[in-house]
């Protein structure tokens, strides 16, 4: 098989097209033929060895992809030869084929393509529990959205104005914020080109019911000063590579709730409900995932030199076989 692989820790350039043997198929097992893989933050960190869990070289990175069952290890796997099936793990997806454990893969379902189910997986979900579980927004619900550009943020966007929320998107582009305003936010702020916390002043008519953070550093201060009382900051990670050191007084005097998302922290009949919501929304067509670009498997390098940086606008996907 073919796979874009990490020979040493380090940059993204550090990745290669490489030829590899096939693996075989063990009990409880499934190959899949992956049509599209997603490019994400965490990828970059794996690849650095920056992330929280380390991954010993040489290895193939990708931990999201979207593609058809093609050989099942033994009965009672629940998947059967030509099932549509997208898939997560923490490496392994940028090739154009991957053995996995059936705990880690879901069904497609009808009315999304391959491609659209490896732009809407683990960004979209993320941003719908964040939103839903954890910020709890209602409808007309002002809701602040850090990083508006990325995968996770223009999700959070996008998701957040279907839910009715009156969404406030900051980001460093306008070419991002363009994006943001097609996914349905009513308030776009260039942070490089203005003062964030007296922007979000003057784009609030009142003060932000929630806050939703995948960047972390130096936006998160000012946006948690734009909540009302009793408002919600919802940190998801830290793209910006900055860890926010944020004053607790402000906490006390404005009786604000920090919180963290973990998908393990939503209740049981929650999460089904939010996961039922979400694959209504994208399944109908209400909400399209935004693909920003699109990239060969022997470019992967380049795709993640690309998010590395900051530059996607939404996902980035790898094309690593047929459609579907």
């Known amino acids: 098989m073919h796979a874009a692989v990490c020979a040493s820790h380090g940059p993204p350039e550090n990745v290669s097209l490489q030829q590899l043997p096939t693996p075989v198929v063990g009990p409880g097992q499934v190959r899949v033929r ?10 970059v960190l794996v690849v650095a060895n920056e992330y929280q869990v380390k991954v010993p070289t040489p290895f193939v990175p990708g931990s999201e992809y979207a593609g058809v069952v093609t050989e099942v290890g033994g009965e009672g796997t629940g998947f059967s030869v030509g099932d549509r099936v997208m898939g997560t793990g923490l490496f392994g997806a940028f090739a154009d084929e991957v053995v ?4 880690s893969l879901h069904h497609i379902p009808a009315g999304i393509d391959a491609r659209l189910a490896a732009a809407a997986g683990v960004a979209y979900r993320t941003a719908y529990h964040s939103l839903r579980s954890v910020a709890r927004i209602e409808p007309g619900d002002p809701v602040v959205v850090l990083g508006a ?21 900051v980001a460093s582009s306008d070419e991002k914020l363009a994006a943001a305003e097609r996914c349905g ?3 776009l702020i260039n942070h490089r080109a203005t003062d964030l916390r007296a922007a ?8 932000a019911a929630a806050v939703i953070d995948p960047v972390g550093g130096a936006l998160s201060e000012p946006a948690l000063r734009s909540l ?9 990670g830290f793209a910006s590579g900055e860890i926010p050191r944020i004053p607790l007084n402000l906490v006390l005097v404005k009786g604000i709730q920090i919180l963290g998302f973990q998908f393990g922290d939503i209740e049981p009949d929650e999460f089904t409900r939010n996961e039922s919501e979400l694959r209504h929304l994208i399944g109908s067509g209400e909400v399209i995932p935004h693909v920003g670009a699109e990239y060969a498997l022997a470019d992967a390098a380049q795709a993640l030199r690309v998010v590395a940086d900051g530059r996607a606008v939404g996902k980035v996907l790898l094309r690593a076989g047929g459609t579907t």
């Open 228 to 236: 009302r009382r009793g408002g919600r900051f919802v940190t998801i």
């Open 100 to 103: 996995a454990e059936t705990r």
């Open 185 to 187: 936010a009513t308030g």
């Open 149 to 169: 550009g990325s995968g996770v943020g223009l999700a959070a966007v996008a998701l957040g104005a279907a839910l009715g929320a009156e969404v406030i998107a």
């Open 200 to 207: 979000l002043k003057t784009s609030l008519a009142n003060s």
């Open 34 to 43: 992956v049509d599209y893989a997603a490019v994400n933050f965490p990828d």
